[in-house]
Structures are given as structure tokens and as C-alpha cells.
């Protein structure tokens, strides 16, 4: 009796237990839930905690409620200068009513390649209607702004909220990048040679300018010894015209003989002579008298 | 003893679940079955209540050896207890340990309900509670790009704002926000942010990264990336990504961002760029070279200046003095002179005249026959003949 009335209460313990196993789930913070009575949503948990529903007759079916990436692949797109730019973009987004996005998808790998597909054209939309220097430089984020504006309308139906886009690459086709790469060689080579030039240009300056000076100080300091030559010269004449002033006539006899035995000190000089010469006066005559 | 009436083999001294030799298959299986199945920790458990047990099973274990008359009481005791030790240690594996460098994030059903700092604590048990902890003080670090950082892999290269190519690498240094408290406006404190809005950590660094940086650097130009604006180009990619992750409410907190390199995309541009600065380096040379140059000319020159205006004094001093000399000579002769003119210059006249004909060959000709005589002078000896007139002239 007792062992039955036991057996009975086990039973119907594990069986009540199966029950509420089967009447809750637990919701965890990463995810919402919808509860499906024959396949067809009858609640939407988007709040994480203990959850109910009719055992057996409903099941649930989680919806990730996260902030995930859709990761598009590099495309190439043209810009409206017709340079064409491979576009790495990537959106972040969340599932923010999961029965509308269950309805219209189901599961979240559909949901992503709608999206992506929605993505790509928008991205191809919007930057193609600017020049790659907008895209690359200034407009970047309000392009990146633009495109998920765009987006987020377009994926109005399927429940989604774009966080946000973001332009993870954008850079040239492998040709246009050799292209760069040889501006740049060219650009730096002309930094170069420039440099170079500048160099030589300052170089020469200095030097130049050093020849100059050269010159100037040789110059002057020949300037400066001709004046002293000169007033050499002057002050000789001052001091001869003083002393040779005195008598003139004595000066011009006394300077002649000077003269003579400058002249003629060599020596091999041969000279003809008249009787009737100064020098000779007493050589015919006695009393020196001319005759 | 309760368990002597078992095969008789146990002995005194040894309880029934002691560690000991192989046992048979029977015995007291039954009695310590229900404690050996338990996991190990079970261990401390048992210790703790060891005196009770020890009352306990063996009975259990009598009661599968060979029944008797006490069996259903004796059995609702053994279920009691073994109904006790699974509450038990349902209730001790509530306990966990937050280490110094963690936080625990506690869920209740599955819903946030609290975050716990370091030290031990409990929660209910599994499933009304569970506890996540999470390193949120040690620093994590991604490399941008991926790869090994050779030149010239497209990973690192971008665009400049002057559409130059760039190659970017640089580090982002990243940990969860430490902060125990939702910020206003988030349901939820950054380390349950972290756990629960996203599902790729390291890679939404990455991506997030990989956009910040290259919208930084095509809006600058390339000699900034390069030079002066690193630090810039830094603090700016933090900024964004700090901005774009607290959008996404990661619960993600940049600590900074490392520009490892901003080079030339390739070899030959590299090349390039090291040209230039072998020009300046050039540069540099030539112009050291001509200040040599100068600075050898041109004291050369001073010295040069020098040695003419030094000439030119010589010739002022040897001048004056030579006039000055010939000056007081002739003063003094002058005064000699003055004294006996007449005297004096016959004198001064004939002394010369000696000293200079002396050594002079003279041919003395007479006036009248002078006209005819020189005709037929042999030329050879007279090649001084102009000088011959003026010295007898009266």
C-alpha cells in the first residue's frame, strides 16, 4: 500500500515536472523569443528572464537581439569621376522586432543576405554619385551617414535597425595603385632633386659670395696702400723741395754729379773728350786759360 | 559493529568506503554506492558528516546484503540523506570566486541582475542564477592589420587625403570598462554590455579599427601621417573608434591606439623617399663644403690685404726716410757750400768727374781736328758715343 501510494507520487512528480519543463525556457540577455502555437507567433519576448508557454502545443524560437556586423565583400564600384575604388563596407545591426523579422526571413542567415544584397546596392548607389576624393577624404562620414539612412529605409520590413555603416576599405584597383606609386617615386624624385639644387644654389652663393669679399678686401687694402704710397711719395717731395730749396742752383750741381756717378758708374763706358772741357782746363794750360 | 555482519572481511579499524584492497562485488555496495557515484568535491561533504553516515549506510548496506525486518524505514533514512547531500551540493555550487582582475556578471533566468567585484561570493544555484566572470582589467591587444607587417601588404595600405598610398600598421589596445554601474541612458553596466550586445569582441575592434584609421588618414596628408602628425592621427583613430563602440554599446573601452609604422607602400617607393633624404643629407654636404671654402678664402684674403697695406707702410717709411736722409745730406753739403762756394763746388766737381772717369776709356780729341778725326774712330769702342757731350761743355 504504502510502496504504491509512493510509486504514484514519484509518477506524478516527474511528470509535473516534464510539464513545467516544458511550459518555461529561459530567455537570455543575448536573445529575444517568439512563441510559435502551431508555427504561427503567438508571443514576442524581447526581455530576458524566466518565460512561459502552453506545454507541447507552443514552442519558441529564439532571435539573436545583438548588435552584429553584416560583413559585405570588397566590391568595386565607379565614382562619378569614372575612377573606379574597391569598397570594403561593413554594416552593424540589430534585430529590433523579432516577429516582424521572423515572418519576413526566419532566420538570420536569410535575414543577412537580404540585408547584404539591400547594402550593396545602396553602397553602390551612393558613392557612385560622388568622386572618389569624397569618398577617400572629406565626405567620408557623411557619406558612410548617408548609406545607412538609406539602408535603415530599406530594411524597414524586415525588422532591423542599422546601427551603422562604415567604410572599412576603399582603396584604388591594383593598376591605379601602380599609377600612384609611380607619381609618388616622381614626386619625391623632384623633392630630390630640388633639395639637391637648393644646395648647389646655396653653395655657389657662398662661395661666391666668399670670392666677393676676396676681392673687396684685396681691394680695399690696395686702395688703402696706394694712399699710403702716395703720401710717401708727397712727403718725400715736401721734404726734398724744403732741402733742395734752399739754393736751387746748388741743388742742380749737386744733383747733376748725383747723377753722373749714378749713370755712369759701370765703367765701360767710353767717352770722348775736348781739350777745352771743364775737366781738362789745366791739361793744355797752365794758368788753366782757354786758348 | 554495524558492519562486521558484512562478509566478515572488513576490519575493525576500516569503515566501509575506506580505501582499501580490491573488495568482492558484493558487500556493502549498495551502502556507499549512492556516495561514490558523486563527483570528488562530494569529498568534504562527507567528511563534515562523516559520524552520521557512518550510522547510516551501513544499514543501507545490510538492507541489500540480505533484508530484514527494519528494511522501509531504514531506506526512507538513506533517501532522506542522499536527498540532503544532493540539495547540499546543489547549494555549495552556488559559490564561485571573482578574481582581482575580473568581474562577475549574475543572471537570474537568464536576465542581468547584478555584477560582482572580487572575492568569493554565491548565487543560487544553477539554473535560477548563473554567474559569468570576465577579465576586465588586463589589457587586450589587436593588431592592425592582421599578418606579418611586411611592406607592402595591402592589409596596411591606404589612401591619403593628397591620394598618396600609405602602409599603416598600428595596435589597439583595448579592455571592458571597468565601471559596475550602467552609464545613463544603457540598461545594462559595460561588462554585461560586453557579454551580451555583441558576439565578435576582438572582431569589431578590428573593423572598427580598420574604418577609424582609414578615414583619419584620408583626411590627412601623407607627410603628416608621416612626421608631425602621428600623435594626432593616434588620439583621432581612438576617438572614433571609442565614439563608433560606444555606439554599438560594446562596453569596450580603447586605451590607445599605436601607429607602428606609416611607411611606403613599397620598396621603390621607400626608395624613393630615402632618396630624399640622402638630398638633404647632400644637401647639407655641398653647402659645408662651401663654407669651407669660404672660411679658408677668405682670411687667406684678410692675410693677403694685410701683407699689401704692411708693403705699402715699408715703402712709406723707406721712402720718407731715404728723403728725409738725402735731404740732410744735402743740407749739410749745403752748409759746407755756403761756407767756400767757389772752392767748395771746384772741389765737389773734379772729385766726381775722377770718381766717374776713372775707370772709363777716354779718347781726347782735339776741337779742330774733331771734325775730321771721328769719321775714322773704330765704331766698336765708342758705343757709349751720345753720352760724350755733355761733360765738357763749359
Known amino acids: ?291 | 559493529m554495524p558492519w562486521s555482519d558484512n562478509s566478515g572481511k572488513g576490519g575493525p579499524t576500516r569503515g566501509p568506503w575506506g580505501q582499501q584492497p580490491p573488495r568482492p562485488p558484493g558487500g556493502n555496495n549498495n551502502g556507499n554506492g549512492g556516495g561514490r557515484s558523486e563527483p570528488p568535491d562530494l569529498e568534504e561533504l562527507l567528511k563534515a558528516s562523516r559520524q552520521r553516515l557512518k550510522r547510516a549506510f551501513p544499514r543501507g548496506g545490510g538492507n541489500g546484503g540480505g533484508g530484514g525486518p527494519g528494511a522501509p524505514r531504514l531506506s526512507r533514512n538513506s533517501l532522506a540523506l542522499a536527498g540532503a547531500a544532493v540539495v547540499g551540493l546543489w547549494v555549495v555550487s552556488g559559490f564561485y570566486q571573482v578574481d582581482a582582475d575580473e568581474l562577475a556578471v549574475v543572471t537570474t533566468f537568464g536576465k542581468y541582475s547584478a555584477i560582482t567585484s572580487p572575492g568569493l561570493h554565491w548565487h543560487v544555484p544553477m539554473p535560477v542564477q548563473n554567474a559569468r566572470r570576465e577579465k576586465v582589467t588586463s589589457l587586450r591587444y589587436t593588431n592592425i592589420p592582421e599578418g606579418t607587417g611586411r611592406r607592402g601588404e595591402a592589409g596596411g595600405l591606404m589612401l591619403t587625403g593628397d591620394k598618396n598610398i600609405v602602409d599603416v600598421a598600428m595596435q589597439v589596445q583595448w579592455r571592458i570598462k571597468t565601471d559596475t554601474v550602467a552609464e545613463q541612458g544603457d540598461a545594462l553596466p559595460p561588462v554585461a554590455q560586453f557579454m551580451f550586445n555583441i558576439n565578435d569582441a576582438p572582431n569589431v575592434v578590428r573593423t572598427v579599427g580598420e574604418a577609424s584609421i582609414r578615414e583619419v588618414v584620408g583626411r590627412n596628408e601623407l607627410d603628416f601621417v608621416q612626421t608631425e602628425g602621428r600623435t594626432e592621427v593616434q588620439e583621432q583613430t581612438r576617438a572614433l573608434m571609442q565614439e563608433a563602440l560606444d555606439l554599438y554599446k560594446t562596453g569596450i573601452e580603447i586605451a590607445e591606439v599605436n601607429l607602428e609604422k606609416a611607411d611606403p607602400p613599397t620598396d621603390e617607393v621607400n626608395a624613393a623617399f630615402l632618396d630624399v633624404i640622402a638630398a638633404s643629407q647632400d644637401r647639407n654636404t655641398i653647402i659645408n663644403g662651401a663654407r669651407a671654402y669660404a672660411n679658408r678664402v677668405v682670411p687667406e684674403a684678410r692675410g693677403q690685404a694685410q701683407r699689401i697695406l704692411e708693403g705699402a707702410r715699408a715703402y712709406q717709411a723707406q721712402v720718407t726716410a731715404d728723403a728725409r736722409g738725402q735731404a740732410a745730406r744735402f743740407d749739410s753739403i749745403l752748409a759746407e757750400y755756403q761756407r767756400a762756394p767757389q772752392v767748395t763746388r771746384q772741389r765737389m766737381y773734379l772729385e766726381t768727374v775722377e770718381q766717374v772717369l776713372g775707370p772709363m776709356n777716354k779718347i781726347i780729341v782735339e776741337d779742330k781736328a774733331g771734325g775730321g778725326v771721328v769719321p775714322y774712330l773704330p765704331l766698336n769702342e765708342l758705343q757709349k758715343k751720345p753720352q760724350q757731350q755733355p761733360t765738357g761743355s763749359k
Do not use: C
Open chain 1, 1 to 291: 500500500m504504502r510502496q504504491a501510494s509512493l510509486m504514484f507520487a514519484g509518477v506524478l512528480a516527474v511528470v509535473l515536472l516534464v510539464v513545467v519543463m516544458n511550459a518555461t525556457f529561459i530567455l537570455p540577455e543575448t536573445q529575444s523569443a517568439i512563441v510559435l502555437r502551431f508555427g504561427e507567433p503567438k508571443h514576442v519576448y524581447t526581455t530576458a528572464g524566466l518565460k512561459f508557454k502552453l506545454p507541447i502545443a507552443e514552442t519558441y524560437q529564439f532571435i539573436d537581439k545583438r548588435n552584429r556586423e553584416l560583413d559585405q565583400d570588397e566590391i568595386e564600384i565607379i565614382a562619378s569621376n569614372q575612377e573606379r575604388l574597391r569598397v570594403d563596407a561593413f554594416a552593424r545591426y540589430r534585430i529590433v522586432d523579432p516577429q516582424l523579422f521572423y515572418q519576413s526571413v526566419r532566420t538570420e542567415a536569410n535575414g543577412e543576405a537580404r540585408m547584404l544584397s539591400l547594402m550593396n546596392q545602396t553602397v553602390r548607389r551612393v558613392l557612385g554619385e560622388v568622386s572618389v576624393d569624397a569618398i577617400v577624404t572629406s565626405e567620408r562620414s557623411a557619406l558612410m551617414r548617408r548609406i545607412r539612412d538609406l539602408l535603415s529605409e530599406s530594411v524597414r520590413g524586415l525588422g532591423v535597425e542599422i546601427v551603422d555603416v562604415k567604410i572599412r576599405r576603399a582603396d584604388l584597383p591594383t593598376q591605379n595603385s601602380q599609377a600612384v606609386f609611380q607619381r609618388m617615386i616622381t614626386e619625391r624624385n623632384q623633392l630630390a632633386a630640388q633639395i639637391r639644387a637648393e644646395g648647389n644654389e646655396a653653395a655657389q652663393q657662398i662661395q661666391a659670395q666668399a670670392d666677393r669679399q676676396v676681392t673687396e678686401v684685396k681691394a680695399q687694402a690696395e686702395e688703402e696702400a696706394q694712399r699710403i704710397r702716395g703720401a710717401a711719395d708727397a712727403e718725400r717731395n715736401a721734404v726734398f723741395a724744403a732741402a733742395y730749396g734752399k739754393d736751387p742752383e746748388f741743388f742742380s750741381f749737386y744733383r747733376s754729379l748725383l747723377a753722373y756717378e749714378a749713370a755712369m758708374k759701370n765703367g765701360d763706358t767710353t767717352i770722348l773728350l775736348s781739350p777745352d772741357s771743364e775737366f781738362l782746363r789745366y791739361f793744355n794750360s797752365l794758368d788753366g786759360r782757354k786758348k
